[in-house]
């Protein structure tokens, strides 16, 4: 299995422009989760998805951060309009959430650095 | 809601050193507890976890965590560091909401091997 995969892995925008981050997560798994991690605020949950439904959203900072999971195999992370307050490294996870002690497969990262 | 503290930030060892990275937990009822590690520029990999079998866990790469219900804690040893466990090591805690499940990680320990 490839993993989870992510795209792009770097992304270099200017306040204000719209940002789309990508995620296609472990084929057979039925959650994905978004995270973004800086040095100040260590790793934070944004969103998390079951069976393509969005179940949690309670840690998108703002409305210019949306989610979608439009089928079983991909994911979008949409900033508009970014800000330079945005640039961090965004993960994405997967896991065949069955219980609790089921673990989560992260994918390499998007490192996002809004100028 | 859960939540796991890590103790120090940061973490020097020599190599041939013990390497104990500490980690309490909150929990109203018996948790699922895991440690992830974070090589540089990479996402984070399952090093082991607790899942309410053996209270000590064997991990990969030689790690080993005790579950010790008494103290809340779950930390993580290594009995030799070697040159590439330098990495920064995140303890985290699986929440039920609803239905679904969610992990809830701390803030980091990064550590330093020291030749």
């Known amino acids: 299995d490839a993993g989870v995969i992510q795209s792009p892995r770097h992304e270099v925008t200017e306040m204000g422009q719209e940002v789309t981050l990508r995620c296609k997560p472990i084929s057979g798994h039925n959650s994905l989760f978004w995270y973004r991690q800086t040095m100040m605020r260590g790793l934070e949950l944004l969103i998390y998805f079951n069976n393509n439904v969005p179940i949690d959203d309670s840690g998108m900072p703002e409305d210019r951060f949306s989610a979608k999971m439009p089928n079983a195999s991909f994911s979008t992370l949409k900033i508009q309009p970014s800000e330079p307050r945005d640039s961090a490294v965004y993960f994405c996870a997967s896991s065949l959430l069955a219980s609790g002690g089921d673990e989560q497969f992260f994918g390499p990262g998007t490192r996002l650095t809004v100028l | 809601a859960q939540s796991v503290t890590q103790l120090g930030s940061h973490v020097s060892v020599s190599e041939g050193a013990l390497v104990l990275l500490r980690c309490n937990y909150s929990s109203s009822v018996p948790p699922y507890l895991f440690w992830y590690v974070q090589y540089p520029n990479q996402g984070l990999q399952l090093l082991l976890k607790?899942?309410?079998?053996?209270?000590l866990v064997k991990g990969i790469n030689g790690f080993e965590a005790e579950f010790k219900k008494s103290e809340t804690s779950f930390h993580l040893t290594k009995p030799s560091a070697h040159m590439s466990d330098a990495a920064e090591y995140f303890c985290?805690?699986?929440?039920?909401?609803?239905?679904?499940?969610?992990?809830?990680f701390g803030k980091g320990t990064l550590l330093t091997v020291n030749p």
């Open positions: 607790y899942t309410s079998a053996a209270t």
């Open positions: 985290a805690v699986s929440e039920k909401g609803g239905s679904n499940y969610k992990l809830t």
